[in-house]
């Protein structure tokens, strides 16, 4: 006689069901950012993937600039960001992980190739050096970054996912911070939010000053 299901196994089985989702997420975002590497390791690859890449972001041009220097300080530069935290940060649009109206939605009707692509195009651009209009305040964030650099570099330069911080324009840098520390929804589960906690109000104001100004 068929047995019927009991409700611990369908449970047990709809559970492992959706780790082995997760699991087939995380690697096929692992597959894509090794993708990433060996274009980046090949010269002419490279060269194929940014034409490519080139191709697609008239989308984008619109808010990001068509060299990645955004067309408002509260959009975020993509120019020189790192191409690993560019893709991984529009794949958590994707998700779901991260939220904004326009980006979720973009970011669901490109290929993953079209998202390696565009991440190694903006990635090679060059971001414009924009000064702080307060540089009292650039000095006392200086001061305030030393206890970013272990994930930002001394520099601001980032790294594979970390974002490079150099240059970003200081009204997105407020933005993102203040999202942060209010453990807004829109990026939920951040590694930030623990570290933008203990920023006051002043020590946001500082170190968007100081990171604007910042393009070594
Ligand atoms: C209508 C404006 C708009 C368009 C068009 C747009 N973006 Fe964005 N993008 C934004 C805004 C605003 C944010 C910041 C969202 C937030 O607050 O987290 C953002 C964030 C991003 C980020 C994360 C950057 C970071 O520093 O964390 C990436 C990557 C990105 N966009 C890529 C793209 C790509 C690729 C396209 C084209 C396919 C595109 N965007 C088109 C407005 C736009
Ligand atoms: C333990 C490592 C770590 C430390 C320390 C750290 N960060 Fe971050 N930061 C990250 C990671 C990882 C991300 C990307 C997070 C994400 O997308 O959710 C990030 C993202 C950011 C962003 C958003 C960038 C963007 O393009 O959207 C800002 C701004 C930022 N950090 C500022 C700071 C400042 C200022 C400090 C020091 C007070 C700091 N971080 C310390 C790891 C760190």
């Not at 120019?79 to 790192?82: G, K, R, S, V, W």
């Not at 150099?166 to 324009?169: E, K, L, S, T």
């Not at 929804?185 to 590694?191: F, N, V």
């Given at each position: 006689m068929h047995k019927p299901v009991s409700l611990r196994t369908l449970c047990l089985s709809i559970l492992l069901m959706s780790s082995c989702l997760q699991y087939a997420q995380a690697s096929d975002i692992q597959d894509a950012i090794q993708r990433l590497q060996r274009l980046q390791s090949d010269p002419e690859l490279t060269q194929q993937a940014y034409a490519k890449g080139e191709e697609r972001v008239t989308l984008c041009s619109?808010?990001?600039?068509?060299?990645?220097?955004?067309?408002?300080?509260d959009i975020p530069n993509l120019?020189?960001?790192?191409p690993q935290y560019l893709f991984t940060a529009f794949e958590k649009f994707a998700t779901g992980e991260r939220s904004d109206y326009v980006m979720s939605k973009l970011a669901k009707i490109l290929t993953e190739e079209e998202r390696v692509n565009i991440a190694l195009y903006f990635g090679m651009q060059k971001v414009t050096k924009k000064e702080s209009e307060r540089p009292d305040l650039a000095e006392q964030g200086k001061i305030r970054f030393l206890q970013c650099t272990?994930?930002?570099g001394n520099e601001g330069m980032g790294g594979f996912d970390k974002p490079r911080l150099?240059?970003?324009?200081a009204a997105y840098i407020r933005h993102a911070l203040n999202l942060f520390r209010s453990k807004d929804?829109?990026?939920?589960?951040?590694?930030m939010i623990p570290i933008a906690t203990t920023l006051s109000d002043a020590d946001i104001e500082a170190l968007s000053h100081y990171l604007q100004g910042l393009n070594p």
């Open positions: 619109y808010c990001h600039g068509k060299d990645g220097n955004s067309t408002r300080d120019a020189e960001q790192n272990a994930c930002h150099a240059g970003q324009r929804p829109r990026r939920a589960g951040s590694e």
